[in-house]
Every structure is written in C-alpha cells, then in structure tokens.
C-alpha cells in the first residue's frame, strides 16, 4: 500500500456523498424469491402491494433489474445532515490488541435515532408524503426503528402511527418519549385498537407482545385506515437499496485512500445494514470483479442464517403479510429474552438469503456476554459506546484481528458500527453486575419454530 497517512476518521465531501442508491440485485444470477400472496400462493403484484405500501416503494421493492436509482434531491438535503459518515481507522483498538490487522468501523450513530435506520426512514417518508398520503404506520421493538421514522416523518410532516412491543413499551419509556416528542403516537401491542390485536390478546392474555404481533396490527392500521399505508425498518429489498448508501460511502472512503478490505463484518437482525454496507464489494463479487470474505453475525439466541431453514415463512404472527423465502426459524419463534431487540427478528432478508445459500458470504453466530465484552472493550479505547446489536460485529472483527495476530497477516477489516447503546443501559447493567446470561435454543424448540412453516412448493 502507499505511503499516505490514513486520518483517524476519513471524511466524505458533501458533493462525494452518493447521488444514487445501488440495487445488487440486478447482479445477482439468482434472484431473490419473490413474496407470495399467502391466499393463493402466487407472487405478489405490485397492485396487491400497493394496498400496504407506498406505490413508489413497490417498486423498488419488485425492481431486480436497475442497477442505480436515483436518490431524489429533498431526501439528499435530509441526508446532509448527518451524513457522509464517518469511516474510522481503530487505531486505538489495533493497538489495545496488538495485531498486525487494520481495522476499520463505518459509523451511524452520529443522528439523534442513534442508528442507521434513518436512511430508510427518511426515503420511506418521502415518498408516502409524494403520494400525497396522510400518514404512514409501522411496528418497533426496542424502538429504534420507530425512532427514526417519527424523525423521519415529523420533517416531512406526515402522522406517524408506532405500535410498540408491550414489553418494550413499559420497559424503555426514553425511546417512546423520544417518538412522541416527534409527533408519533405510540401504542402499545398488542392492542385493543386493531382486530388481530384483539384476537392475540384473547389468545394470549396478559402477553407482552413481539415484532410479529406488532407487524400484524400496524399492517391492519394502515390498510383499514384512507390515506395511510405500512412501512418497515428492515429485511425488505427497498430497505436494502436505500442502506446501500452505507456500503457505497464506505467504498469512496476507502477507494479514495487505496484500500482494499480482506473481511467485511456486520450484525445481521433483517439484514439491512450489513446488506447495504456489502452491497457495492458484493456487486465486484458477483460480477468476478474482486473478492472478499463477507460474514454476517447473529446473535446464538436468534440464529436464522446458522441454524435456520431457507423457506417461504410467514413475516408476522398474525399472517396477514406476504409469505417471504428466507432463512427462518418460522414465525412462532420467541427468542429469549436478549437484549440486542434489534436482532431479534426470526427471518432474515431474502436478498442475503440467497446470497448466503449461494455461499457468497458466511455467517456465525455468537453469544450475548461475549459480545458485551468486545462492547466494553471497543468503548474503552475507540470512546463511542456501542449498541449491543453494532457490537456483535465489533465481537467478530476483534476475534479476526487476533487471529491475525497469530498468524501475522495484515488484513484490513472494515465492519459496520449501526449505532450507539444510550438507551440500553439496563442490558449494560447487567453485564457489569454478571448477571448476564447465555441462553441458546435446543434442537427440539428450533423444531417447533420450523413446524409452523407453511407449505408450499
Ligand atoms: C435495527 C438495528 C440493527 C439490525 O437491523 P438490520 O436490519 O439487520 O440492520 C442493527 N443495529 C442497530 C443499531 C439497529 O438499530
């Protein structure tokens, strides 16, 4: 490599953030699965889902072919102010770890939401408000995807309607202040408001909810109500494309400075932010233009792409959605109580699901007080406190950079950094009591997640 110093932190221009989002899916040889009307088991048309979703976004959603799309103007203003991002050198850790490896994080947490969900949120307000639409609806579990969008709406003033994971609603009162402080009415779900919400509270009574459940009545809520429509956080192809924007800043952080990365890293809950930061080196893989080892990390408590079956599953507890092949756990999966809400879904998205059972990239799983470990380890030197869901990539990028340590090699890693861990301060809490535990699903009850997948050939 040549000899120019690489800064701490590598900054974008403005005028070098990316115009345009980069859909991988146009390179892909093996497209991912369409949805499935889950009445007749036939794809999805775009007539059918533009009943739950933004017209312009069913397309993106259908469109496997274009390779670029253009980033509207009013969504790039919104951009500017918080990106581009920074791509930090972990000087610091490198040191702490004493290997030969460089690594390198690409950070999200620089907006009030805390993550990168805001990339898709504002996208996905932006074009509810062009189709002239009232208001958008949608789900949150620990509550920050329902941040960003309350953010993400309350700029282009359209209303906001969260339904929150009762436990999570009881639980963290901050993020659901910080939604109602911009204009999003919270409920808690399951609720009486809705009438899947109804029948899972006469089923279950007394439940404190989950993602599923919280999908199912948010869906309802927007096609029982004129002028709304269902948006979400993750796993969806559009959300994909509009991440992309993480992978291609990164790229032109790198590219600018000449370097090559080795291994990509990201934590994997629907597999938005590792799906948009790989997208352009996964592009160069897919067209035999440059390799790398791309590995996804999961929790062991939510293992869909290591211990998960790649079929057509439900996306919610309530059915109501399109069927979606991915790799899953099937939708009756509850994982156990850990506290990366954010990697907690039983699905994963389709794109990297078949880009996983291509065996174009690899994936493993690890266990929460490990990566509570890597959190504090990264804090202590690199000064950002990391989200536990972030820093289950930061586990992995530091157990490859001791292995090069053994072995002496110079990789250079570059993983994703979501967010920041403000607000999950309890699950801290408990890591620095040691009274934090393990908990990984046995064979039988991973079976009785995949015996309630549906049928379909
Ligand atoms: C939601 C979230 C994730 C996981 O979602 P993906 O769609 O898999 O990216 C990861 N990190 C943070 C900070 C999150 O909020």
């Not at 927007?222 to 969806?236: D, F």
Request: charged share 25%; proline share 5%.
């Amino acid at each position: 490599m040549n000899e120019k110093t690489i800064p701490y932190k590598i900054y974008l221009e403005e005028s070098e953030m990316p115009k345009q989002w980069y859909n991988v899916r146009a390179d892909m040889k093996n497209k991912p699965a369409p949805l499935l009307n889950p009445g007749t088991l036939a794809p999805m048309t775009a007539e059918e889902l533009g009943h739950v979703f933004c017209d312009e976004l069913v397309a993106q959603e259908l469109d496997d072919t274009t390779r670029f799309i253009d980033i509207p103007a009013e969504i790039r203003d919104f951009y500017k102010m918080y990106r581009p991002s920074p791509l930090v050198r972990a000087y610091c850790l490198e040191k702490k770890l004493q290997t030969p490896a460089k690594i390198y994080y690409k950070f999200e947490g620089n907006n009030t939401s805390g993550s990168h969900k805001l990339n898709s949120a504002i996208a996905q307000a932006y074009y509810a408000k062009k189709q002239g639409l009232k208001g958008v609806t949608t789900e949150t579990g620990a509550g920050q995807w329902g941040t960003a969008l309350s953010m993400a709406c309350s700029y282009f003033d359209l209303d906001c309607k969260v339904y929150m994971v009762k436990v999570s609603y009881e639980q963290k009162p901050f993020r659901r202040e910080v939604m109602r402080t911009y204009g999003a009415s919270v409920t808690p779900s399951p609720s009486e408001t809705t009438e899947v919400g109804r029948k899972i509270l006469a089923e279950h009574p007394g439940t404190s909810g989950s993602l599923g459940c919280a999908i199912s009545e948010a869906v309802e809520a927007a096609t029982s109500a004129e002028g709304y429509r269902y948006v979400l956080g993750s796993v969806l192809n559009q959300v994909l494309l509009h991440q992309s924007v993480i992978g291609m800043e990164t790229k032109a952080a790198l590219d600018k400075y000449e370097i090559t990365p080795d291994i990509i890293i990201g934590c994997a809950g629907g597999g938005s932010n590792l799906g948009g930061l790989i997208s352009p080196f996964m592009g160069e893989k897919l067209r035999g233009e440059k390799d790398y080892r791309i590995i996804a990390v999961e929790p062991a408590s939510c293992p869909s792409f290591t211990r998960g079956r790649y079929a057509y599953d439900f996306c919610d507890t309530g059915k109501v959605c399109p069927l979606a092949k991915m790799y899953t756990l099937g939708s009756g999966f509850i994982p156990s109580a850990n506290h990366a809400g954010g990697l907690r879904y039983h699905g994963m998205s389709s794109t990297l699901s078949q880009l996983y059972d291509d065996g174009l990239m690899e994936a493993v799983s690890v266990e929460q007080t490990s990566v509570f470990e890597a959190a504090e380890q990264f804090a202590r030197v690199e000064g950002i406190l990391p989200a536990p869901e972030s820093s289950h990539a930061i586990r992995v990028a530091i157990d490859e950079a001791l292995k090069c340590k053994e072995t002496g090699e110079e990789k250079t890693i570059v993983f994703g950094l979501t967010g920041t861990g403000y607000f999950d301060m309890v699950a801290y809490e408990k890591y620095n009591n040691g009274e934090m535990s393990d908990y990984i699903p046995t064979d039988e009850e991973l079976a009785a997640g995949f015996a309630g997948l549906p049928k379909v050939e």
